[in-house]
């Protein structure tokens, strides 16, 4: 059985691919609660995705019209030991983490309530976009005494910033997506009609040919490393970066074709 077989036969994370585009649908209704089990196929398909040569963005988006993903899976939880939650949240930490350092461009597409770990999912991605209207968006664990425990104390503090990020969470405050467009949660709002695909044409815009979506990989890196070492090591990374893109294809087309004013074809190498 190959790697695409195993994926097709997953049930919590349906895998796709549309025109150099990767979609991940979190699939565990009615609220696309994730487990172990999301978790671990999360993970395949995000490694799937990353080798894929002919994939230059993934789009994490959840199953149906109501929800993106309302977290953890409480019952679950509930009936399990402490040790399980421990390791269940630091194997749920690593698969955000990947989602987060693959050199791909990442999109969260909140078709619906995106809450507690829905939104920890959401804030590992790169950028999110939301269907006008639909759903809160917010991290409401205070509210069963715990913290968001799958990074969303850090990233959120990363995306709106100290004391903002302190008062949404100690408050359990819930947003509209046009509310979490403000603060800077969310990049873009987009109409509830034709969400996904509308969300899939977002993506499309950082592939090629109308990107170089190996140097767009390479800004991700350079950004998400940089602002966890100090500015000097950054400024280091940034040129090796920038040192491996000259050597790339698309740095020569995108040249050229400034040379002799003509538009760049880039094919993602």
Known sequence: MTDKEKLDKKKLVEYRTDGGVAILTLTNPPAN?????????????????????????????????????AGADISMLEAVTPRYKYYFCLHANE??????????????????????GG???ALAADLRVAKAGAGKVGLPEVSLGVLPGTGGTQRLARTIGRSKSIEMM????????????????????????????????????????AKAAYAVG????????????????????????????????DAKEGIAAYVQKRKPEFTGR
Request: net charge negative.
């Open 170 to 209: 100690a408050k359990g405050t819930l947003l509209t997506p046009e509310q979490a467009a403000t603060l800077g949660i969310v990049n873009e709002i987009l109409p509830a009609d034709g969400f996904l695909d509308r969300a899939i044409d977002y993506a499309r815009q950082f592939c090629p040919p």
């Open 33 to 69: 609660t994730y487990s172990y089990e999301m978790m671990r196929d999360l993970d395949e398909a995000v490694l799937h995705a990353r080798m894929d040569d002919d994939v230059h963005v993934l789009v994490v988006t959840g199953a149906g019209d109501k929800f993106f993903c």
């Open 119 to 121: 939104l920890e999912v």
């Open 95 to 116: 698969t955000l983490c990947r989602l987060e350092q693959t050199p791909k461009l990442v999109i969260a597409a909140m078709n619906g309530h995106t809450v507690g």
């Open 218 to 249: 390479r800004i991700k890196r350079a950004v998400q490393t940089g602002l966890e070492v100090g500015f000097e090591q950054g400024l280091a990374l940034e040129r090796e970066l920038q040192q491996l893109l000259f050597q790339s294809d």
